[in-house]
């Protein structure tokens, strides 16, 4: 039997209620913001990098074998997370290691998981 999402608690607005222009500014303000973060996270190969990410530094080739994945594709992911401020590189002789930097995507990956894999 389906929950019923209509009587569950929310943080969000009541949109049967006025809000007020100050509320309503920061909401619509933000959602590009969200809609951008929420973009760089809806591909698999993304979600697996920092679902991997989140347990600890990786270098490059931990992540291709984890993923299964060329080292072209694997960067690819890479630099549309670190453009999203995502992820950070740092470098150590040949190998670059990455690590995760936003504790919002940490968030997200958690909740994917639960709701998701378990």
């Known amino acids: 039997m389906p929950e019923d999402y209509a ?3 929310s943080i969000l607005p009541d949109p049967s ?3 007020d222009d100050e509320t309503w500014k920061r909401v619509k303000t933000n959602a590009q913001g ?3 973060f929420l973009k760089a996270l809806s591909h698999e190969g993304r ?3 920092l ?3 989140a347990h600890g530094e990786k270098s490059v080739t931990e992540l291709e074998q984890m993923l299964s994945s060329r080292q072209a594709a694997v960067s690819q992911q890479l630099a549309r997370l670190r453009q999203e401020r995502l992820i950070s590189a740092r470098r150590e002789g040949k190998q670059i290691f990455y ?3 936003d504790e919002r995507a940490r ?3 958690e909740q994917v998981y639960e709701l998701f894999c378990t």
């Open 7 to 9: 009587n569950a608690s």
């Open 17 to 19: 209620k006025p809000m």
């Open 34 to 36: 969200a809609s951008d």
């Open 47 to 49: 979600l697996m990098i």
């Open 51 to 53: 679902c991997s990410l």
């Open 99 to 101: 690590s995760l930097t």
């Open 107 to 109: 968030r997200i990956i």
